[in-house]
């Protein structure tokens, strides 16, 4: 009687393990757009005169995750260069960063039938390496545009002319 009861104890302590071990065994890459969590913008807007608010994402540990920036009126292109600044001080305190290299710049930006091409410059391909961060990156441009620009259906990345696939490897 009492071996079978040891042996129901282990039975019952492997299934409580594996149960655990799942659990954190999770997708850890970052959601879409759309579950983003969102830092909800100031209510009424206190943008000085000649300036808007664009919309930014940044990351929060494997998330992407959106933020509200007063800005130059400028749409998808001025929320790029708001993106390429990094967090600020009082967004690097609520735990946000960026996947992309500082240094970074925006060569080029247009918009041609829905599409949206940003070309950054050389620096973008100073990540370090890894799948997970060039996703973070791409997430994070995608966004931004998409969400300031409701015209762009698609964004094309290049680094200094070459496309994304080709200059951002893993």
């Known amino acids: 009687m009492k071996r079978r009861n040891v042996l129901a104890a282990v039975v019952l302590a492997c299934v409580v393990a594996i149960g655990l071990l799942a659990v954190g ?3 850890k890459t970052a959601p879409p757009a ?3 969590p969102v ?3 100031d209510m009424p807007s206190t943008a000085p005169a000649g300036h808007s608010k664009v919309t930014v994402f940044l990351m929060k540990g494997e998330t992407v995750f959106q933020v509200s920036r007063e800005a130059a009126p400028g749409g998808a292109q001025q929320a790029l260069s708001e993106l390429l600044k990094g967090p600020t ?3 690097k305190q609520q735990g946000l960063s960026t996947a992309i290299p500082g240094g970074t710049r925006l060569n ?3 918009v041609e039938n829905g599409k949206a091409k940003a070309d950054f410059s050389g620096e973008l391909k100073n990540y370090g390496g890894g799948s997970a961060r060039v996703q973070a990156i791409i997430n994070q441009i995608d966004n931004t545009v998409l969400s300031n620009d409701p015209t762009v259906k698609s964004v094309e990345i290049t680094v200094d002319g070459v496309g994304a696939d080709e200059a951002l490897q893993p």
Do not use: F, K, L, V
Request: charged share 20%; with cysteine.
């Open 34 to 36: 759309s579950t983003a």
């Open 25 to 27: 065994c999770g997708n």
């Open 89 to 91: 001080e009082a967004e």
């Open 39 to 41: 830092i909800p913008p």
């Open 108 to 110: 080029r930006y247009a």
